[in-house]
């Protein structure tokens, strides 16, 4: 039996990126090959040429919403830090609330520009649910008021202002509102690589997960089997829906550009007899050691964290032993880990 102790490995704090690569196709790529286990290095800017005409890849157009809120208990002043998480029901938002100890049922948070929270209950996650007052539509407040979610790992500087990270923790593609974090993946590419693509005979579809908590949640629990994942939402339009299906029945390879992606079209083909069909719902699908892949021929991912529910998922679809010597070599070679950094193409 795998366990957390397993998908653990030594990365030097200076491997970990606090900023993109100057130009997005720039990042490096760890070309990987499974069946040879033989691993190549490359540009993402390469991509084009690695990928095979007939290719379909699929992306995740997700939008990052500035979803980081600051403001101070009404009674008494403390600073308090909100993540909104995902709209709830009852029309209240799920978020991480620090700290969130000091904040019980009914307590009044004060935010910006006059808006207003209010906690109203907790989960046993130990997310709350926060009913918010705002005094121009959400979407607009946050607009204005909010900050980009970046993870804790990325310290900001005064030369990392908040236009900037709106720009580059954004993919070139994100058009669907709903996550609070990137699919990162996606980061790397820009219009010019979308259209060499395209030129070289790579179809490409996109299909919308909001990333959520279920994506950045960590494993605490040494028996992995016993991690659940948060549910994440998820749509796939009948057009998509077609193409990626067309695509599997003619033998064509579909490529999965990150670990939301994957974990889409993986869920999707759990039902229906492996088929691809259009809708939208929710997805809590968790893929480690073991998954049998149905759909997904080949992924770009970037390099996760220890320990990770993404580390597990790239492990199952590659092996263990051999992601983990990847990792070790992109250390070596001075590969750029997590949410700014390189990526790698498994195929």
Known sequence: MLTLSDFQYELPPDRIAQLPADRREEARMMIVERAAADVRHARVADLPDTLRP?????LNDTRVIPARLFGVKADGGAAVELLLLRRLDDG??????????RLRDGAEIRLPAGARARVTGAFDDGTRAVALDTPVPLDEYLDAHGATPLPPYIRRTGS??????RLRYQTVFAREPGSVAAPTAGLHFTP???DRLAQLGVETVSLTLHVGLGTFKPVQVE?????????EGYTLTPDAAARIQAARETGRRVVAVGTTVTRTLEH??????GRIAPGSGWTSLF????HEFRVVGALLTNFHLPGSTLLMLVAAFAGREFILSCYRQAVDAGYRFYSYGDCMLIA
């Not at 007939?54 to 699929?58: C, E």
């Not at 990392?160 to 990270?165: C, D, T, Y």
């Not at 028996?223 to 549910?231: E, F, V």
């Open 54 to 58: 007939g290719d379909l890849l699929v």
């Open 92 to 101: 209240t938002w799920k978020a991480m609330v620090r700290p969130g100890r």
């Open 160 to 165: 990392q202002n908040e236009a900037f990270h």
């Open 192 to 194: 010019a690589v979308l």
């Open 223 to 231: 028996d992995i089997t016993r991690h659940q994942m948060d549910p």
């Open 268 to 273: 999707l083909a759990r039902g229906r007899d």
């Open 287 to 290: 893929i480690y050691p073991g």
